[in-house]
């Protein structure tokens, strides 16, 4: 919030309202800026660039290229934010609010979209190939490792 409200009483209630920052007039334009990539780092905005890989599975976050062995996979944008979001967090077990807000910030839909995608998502990276590499964990999220990995992975 941009405001000339400076009471705290005013302060509390942007806040409560569901700000998530509070900035009292006169400011800095630096100072916006600073504060709004701080905002972006915390909800994944301003993601590293790199590679990543687990296992046999190499993604290049630059480019958004997924490869497995020598298979190069296309993926719709939403399976390859779960990707990125499985593979950053391996061998972490991912719940399922982390996934939804990988995929569609603090919006997700109401049916369950994320398991199609999901589906989607295993269809293209784990169906071909002999060992899957994305696995249920019931009632505690989703995760991305080799099969004996599994059970020593540490959860949310």
């Known amino acids: ?34 504060r709004v990539q701080a905002l972006a780092r915390r909800t994944g905005a301003l993601r590293p660039q790199g590679q990543l890989a687990v296992a046999d599975v190499r993604f290049d976050t630059a480019t958004y290229r997924v490869s497995r062995g020598n ?4 993926l719709a944008p939403i399976p ?3 990707l990125e979001t499985l593979m950053r967090a391996s061998p972490r077990v ?18 369950d979209a994320l398991r199609a995608h999901l589906h ?9 190939f002999d060992q899957p590499l994305i696995h ?8 991305m490792a080799l099969p004996d990995a599994v059970r ?3 959860t949310p």
């Open 1 to 34: 919030m941009l405001t000339a409200r400076d009471s705290l009483e005013d302060k509390i209630a942007g806040l409560e309202a569901g700000a998530d920052d509070y900035l009292v007039k006169p400011f800095a334009l630096r100072e916006v800026a600073a």
């Open 71 to 74: 298979v190069v996979i296309d």
């Open 80 to 82: 390859l934010r779960l």
């Open 94 to 111: 991912v719940p399922r609010e982390e996934l939804e807000r990988a995929a569609w910030g603090d919006a997700p839909p109401d049916s």
């Open 120 to 128: 989607i998502l295993r269809n293209a990276l784990d169906k071909p």
């Open 136 to 143: 249920t964990l019931r009632g505690l999220g989703w995760q």
């Open 152 to 154: 020593d992975a540490p």
